[in-house]
T-cell receptor, first 110, second 114 residues
Framework: KNEVEQSPQNLTAQEGEFITINCSYS?????LHWLQQHPGGGIVSLFM???GKKKHGRLIATINIQEKHSSLHITASHPRDSAVYIC????????????FGKGTKLSVKP | AAGVIQSPRHLIKEKRETATLKCYPI?????VYWYQQGPGQDPQFLIS???????DKGSIPDRFSAQQFSDYHSELNMSSLELGDSALYFC?????????????FGEGSRLTVL
């Protein structure tokens, strides 16, 4: 069993829909990252969380440390949100020593 | 704003050759991390440096070495290349001084071993 599990693996949505991507982990963590990877391969850091909730524009990330679960929400989705969203955790190693989930491939149709 | 710069962006090598990838962190960032992402694979942490010293080590093969220089840029040296080394290599940088912990990623260097 992977230490970081994401669901769903693939997600297709219509423009404007509210999207939720889930991440569950089985190890103790110091922080959790949500990353976005576009088809060209470049990775963008969206959020780093150790507790609570963060919001940036149409993106919201939450984490429940007791339940070892995090969610990434996208409101009013847009085709430019199409990408792979990756959950990664810092688990005992140094900052940046991340354990990555397998990613959720999101496709938003116009 | 300046971002993390990686070079080269694409590199093609033959088996048993050597390759060097470079990573230039965001100005005033003191920590660099390297990751490897094989085709269709999750990224894997390789190694990290803080203030020119290795700070953590992940699944980096013995054929690979890395260092961080006085200007904080880092180089990943790969020798005796194998077909399985074909991957996208990312670096990221952060600042321990600010304590924020946010990672900033480069665009990656795509290595193809033939």
């Amino acid at each position: 069993k992977n230490e970081v599990e994401q669901s769903p693996q693939n997600l297709t949505a219509q423009e404007g829909e509210f999207i939720t991507i889930n991440c569950s982990y089985s190890v103790g963590i110091s922080a959790l990252h949500w990353l976005q990877q576009h088809p060209g391969g470049g990775i963008v850091s969206l959020f780093m969380l150790s507790s609570g909730k963060k919001k940036h524009g149409r993106l919201i990330a939450t984490i429940n440390i007791q339940e070892k679960h995090s969610s990434l929400h996208i409101t009013a989705s847009h085709p430019r949100d199409s990408a792979v969203y990756i959950c990664a955790v810092e688990a005992g190693g140094s900052q940046g020593n991340l354990i990555f989930g397998k990613g959720t491939k999101l496709s938003v149709k116009p | 704003a300046a971002g993390v710069i990686q070079s080269p962006r694409h590199l093609i090598k033959e088996k048993r050759e050597t390759a060097t990838l470079k990573c230039y962190p965001i100005p005033r960032h003191d920590t660099v991390y390297w990751y490897q992402q094989g085709p269709g694979q999750d990224p894997q942490f390789l190694i990290s440096f803080y203030e020119k010293m290795q700070s953590d080590k992940g699944s980096i093969p013995d054929r690979f070495s890395a260092q961080q220089f006085s200007d904080y840029h880092s180089e990943l040296n790969m020798s005796s290349l194998e077909l399985g080394d074909s991957a996208l290599y990312f670096c990221a940088s952060s600042s321990q001084e600010t304590g924020v912990g946010e990672l900033f990623f480069g665009e990656g260097s795509r290595l193809t071993v033939l």
